[in-house]
């Protein structure tokens, strides 16, 4: 998410989409009164009533025939679905044309935003950050367990082999528990050094909550805590309003790479009402992280560190460097063939 979310942007597509509707109904008109002039004559009819009413409505004059008038407009209708169907077509083949018919396509139901209005910022969300790119590459079908080494050392009580295939089988539990819960669906932190496949095992997770059409946003550290939260709560940016309410709202809120974000009292105190109010409403978040437990212990507050402790299922991954083990694999084969 390099770019902020334009809401301008979004208002935009609802007149495009506007626009397009017209036309598409407009060349439906043409077809129609080509084919059946007698609808024409019914429409003109029909919209000169609708005038007429309007206008003593505005005039405030408002005599005992506005009911008349209104079953006569009524009586067009049915007159012109009739012709419509005898002819084989829908009998609201000439309505209005809607893509959301919530909004009509405004993008507000009264003074509400319309569900499709928050589709629409997590899909430039997920366009911006390329989301939707990476995770075509990296999901669950595509985890490969092979650079996770079978040697068990001797200060863990698995090899990072054993490890992982416990941590993804986990990890699909959990995705599991978002289809059987409605709350109660848990917490997930998970910590280990660079290049052990954290980020990707976020994102299997995200892939597969997100086809089963569940709401999860995932934002770097950086990006919620500058971003976002500092973009909202202390430059005051109204565009990031929703997107700051988004942040407490969806289903599953991923935190890529706690720790790399600028470390102060605004990130500690924000990341704990972040953890709490997403606790208690029953939501569940996603923590990644390469630091240890006892660094998290000595950056964040004893009452975050409690909280992940209480309520996350904590995933470490550990073994030898993916990036660099694939390096090395890729300059061997050049070496060898
Ligand atoms: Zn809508």
Redesign the pocket.
């Known amino acids: 998410m390099s770019q902020r979310i334009s809401i301008e942007e979004i208002l935009h597509t609802y007149e495009k989409n506007r626009l397009a509707n017209k036309r598409i109904l407009q060349e439906r008109k043409e077809e129609i009164y080509a084919k059946i002039p007698r609808v024409e004559e019914l429409m003109t009819e029909k919209k000169l009533s609708y005038l007429d009413i309007a206008k003593r409505r505005i005039s405030k004059d408002v005599p005992e025939d506005t009911c008349q008038e209104q079953s006569n407009t009524r009586l067009l209708t049915e007159e012109i679905k009739g012709l419509l169907l005898e002819a084989g077509y829908p009998e609201d083949y000439l309505e209005p044309i809607y893509t959301?018919q919530?909004?009509k396509?405004t993008?507000y139901?009264g003074l509400e935003k319309?569900?499709?209005?928050m589709e629409q910022i997590i899909q430039s969300l997920y366009l911006q950050s390329n989301l939707s790119n990476i995770l075509l590459k990296e999901n669950f079908d595509t985890f490969s367990f092979e650079y996770y080494n079978k040697k068990k050392t001797s200060d863990r009580e698995f090899s990072p082999y054993d490890n992982i295939v416990k941590v993804v089988e986990k990890a699909k539990a959990f995705v599991q528990a978002f289809e059987d819960e409605k709350n109660n669906r848990g917490n997930i932190l998970i910590y280990g050094e660079t290049g052990l496949g954290k980020t990707f095992l976020s994102n299997c997770i995200a892939k597969e909550l997100l086809d089963k059409k569940h709401t999860v946003l995932y934002l770097s550290a950086n990006e919620l805590f500058e971003t976002v939260l500092g973009g909202y709560l202390m430059q005051q940016k109204k565009e990031l309003e929703e997107l700051y309410k988004y942040v407490y709202n969806c289903e599953l809120l991923i935190i890529d790479d706690l720790g790399t974000e600028l470390n102060n009292n605004f990130v500690s105190s924000q990341l704990f009402e972040i953890i709490n109010k997403r606790e208690l409403t029953g939501r569940s978040t996603l923590i990644s992280t390469n630091m240890s437990m006892v660094e998290l212990r000595g950056r964040y507050s004893e009452r975050i560190m409690s909280r992940l402790i209480a309520n996350y299922t904590i995933f470490n991954i550990y073994g030898d460097d993916i990036r660099y083990q694939k390096r090395k694999k890729a300059i061997h084969s050049n070496y060898t063939g």
């Open positions: 959301c919530c909004c396509d993008g139901v319309c569900g499709c209005f």
